[in-house]
């Protein structure tokens, strides 16, 4: 059976960054209390990108996607599949994925959009990975892309200050040796009511409450137990033990998940990557956009064991583990 390894990454965020502070400020003009001190003392938040009026989701997706196609040395024509993850589409349909491969001007390959939350990566990534085992595809585009700032309600502190815009992709390539070892994917839709968006178009209008709503305990909690459950689970499946995994990129929500998790796991933060502190929680796109900084700065190197997780609204939750 044909295997996938990742050929190449790239990331792109919005060149406003806002910091803790920033936003304070701005907040407070609305009556809105908060400061640098709470937000980083209960997220490890200290900035985030938002992107400008006019700019969607589909420009950070196109825009991740050229970088990762670069860096893997693929012309845009060799993509048979785009997968974007996202929850935040700039439209109804057509799909971002067919709206970044028009973009990039090579059609003919399949397109669509995944969407789990902030598991969406996971999921994009597992499913680009069985495509391509089946022998349906053999260079995928595989990208989380988010423009959440445009769903939060900013008189809401408790989560108006823990989201970013950005994106960031993968190159995924048929091969002879994995690359992906290891996948699992999950979801428990009856926890839908502790962090959703029930906006909706139906008959013409906009229906349901626009923004996002969350009881970020409830989540906290969740994350942390099911995020531990699915890292063993990739782990067995390999064949291999938690110690062999070189490095976690786990769903960058708040830098205290991350380290609820790692000590359940008894992972030591040297290995495991956190730039929620610089892109605060970008759903779909945190994953990859952790990924390419850790590859770009040079922690990540090739040979390495690498385990994502992503978790989030559905409730979903899942894990990919891969030898770089
Ligand atoms: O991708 C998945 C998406 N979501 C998550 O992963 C979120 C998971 N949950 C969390 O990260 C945390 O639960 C939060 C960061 C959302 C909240 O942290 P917490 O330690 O659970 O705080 P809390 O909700 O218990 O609130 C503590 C206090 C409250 O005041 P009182 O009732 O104790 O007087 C809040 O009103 O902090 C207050 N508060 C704030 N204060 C200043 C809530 N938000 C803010 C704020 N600034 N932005």
Redesign the pocket.
């Known amino acids: 059976m044909t295997a996938s390894v990742i050929a190449g990454s790239g990331s792109f965020l919005p060149p406003r960054s806002v910091s803790n502070d920033e936003l304070a400020a701005e907040l407070a003009t609305r009556g809105v ?3 640098d001190q ?2 980083v003392e ?2 490890g938040i200290r900035q985030r990108h938002i992107a400008d009026r006019g700019v969607g989701t589909t420009d950070l997706a196109t825009a991740a996607a050229r970088a990762a196609l670069a860096d893997a040395g693929v012309a845009a024509d060799e993509v048979d599949l785009i997968v974007v993850a996202t929850s935040t589409p700039d439209q109804v349909f057509p799909s971002t994925a067919c709206a970044v491969q028009a973009n990039l001007g090579t059609p003919g390959g399949a397109a669509f959009d995944v969407q789990a ?2 598991s969406g990566f996971v999921y994009a990534l597992a499913t680009a990975d069985a495509l391509i085992q089946a022998g349906r595809a053999r260079c995928a585009l595989v990208i989380g892309a988010e423009t959440f700032s445009r769903i939060l309600d900013w008189t809401d ?6 989201f970013g815009d950005g994106a960031g992709a993968v190159v995924l390539k048929a091969a002879n040796a994995p690359g992906v070892l290891a996948a699992n994917l999950h979801a428990d839709g009856s926890q839908g009511r502790i ?1 959703y968006n029930t906006g909706a178009l139906s008959y013409g209008e906009a229906t349901g409450d626009p923004f996002l709503r ?1 009881d ?2 409830a ?2 909690k969740l ?1 942390v137990n099911v995020l531990s459950q699915s890292a063993r689970e990739a782990c067995e499946a390999a064949g291999l033990t938690l110690d062999q995994v070189d490095w976690m990129v786990p ?1 960058q ?2 830098v ?2 991350i380290q609820a998790l790692g000590r359940r796991l008894g992972v030591p933060a040297e290995r495991v990557i956190v730039t929620v502190d610089q892109h605060a ?1 970008t ?1 779909a796109a945190s994953v990859p956009l952790a990924l390419d900084a850790a590859r770009r700065d040079g922690r990540l190197q090739p040979g390495q064991l690498v385990l994502m997780q992503g ?3 559905g409730f979903t939750w899942g894990s990919v583990l891969v030898r770089l």
């Not at 502190?157 to 823990?162: A, E, Y």
């Open positions: 209390e908060t400061s709470w937000i209960r997220t939350v902030c502190r408790s989560t108006c200050v823990l962090l969350m970020g305990q989540v906290f994350a769903h929500a708040n205290r998940i929680n759903s978790v989030g609204a």
